[in-house]
């Protein structure tokens, strides 16, 4: 799903990131399993999903990493791939409001962070770009 560019920012040699959206349409399906199969369900021998349409909601969130714990960088010239990652922490405020229900996460917690990373990359035919900084 597109965002527009100014709901990103990064600052990449300081390790922070940030990006908000607010009232972003979207499908909400209900649950995971009914994402995967599009609301049609399914029936297996060994399990069943239920048919659920997704219904119209929006949702708004602010996510920020920051704090820089580790630093990588990777080269794969075969896949002509090549990328410097930071490990970082990260934080998100969250919520969703549709016909009927809404939901909003509790605050930011950054000690229940379980990982997170932000990156630059360069693969395929820019690759060797002169421009890669």
Not at 46 to 72: K, N, Y
Not at 90 to 107: A, H, L, R, V, Y
């Amino acid at each position: 799903m597109p965002l527009h560019p100014d709901s990103v920012r990064v600052e990449f040699n300081s390790a922070r990131a940030f990006m908000h959206a607010e009232s972003l349409s979207v499908p909400d399906a209900h649950d995971l399993a009914n994402s995967l199969t599009h609301g049609q369900g399914i029936v297996t021998p060994t399990f069943t999903i239920p048919p659920i349409a997704p219904v119209p909601a929006a949702v708004s969130f602010d996510v920020e990493w920051s704090g820089g714990i580790s630093r990588e960088t990777v080269v794969n010239e075969a896949q002509n791939f090549r990328g410097e990652f930071i490990k970082t922490g990260s934080t998100m405020k969250w919520s969703s409001i549709q016909d009927g229900f809404s939901f909003e996460s509790e605050d930011p917690d950054p000690a229940r962070n379980l990982g997170a990373t932000i990156g630059r990359e360069r693969n395929g035919v820019f690759f060797d770009d002169p421009n890669d900084a």
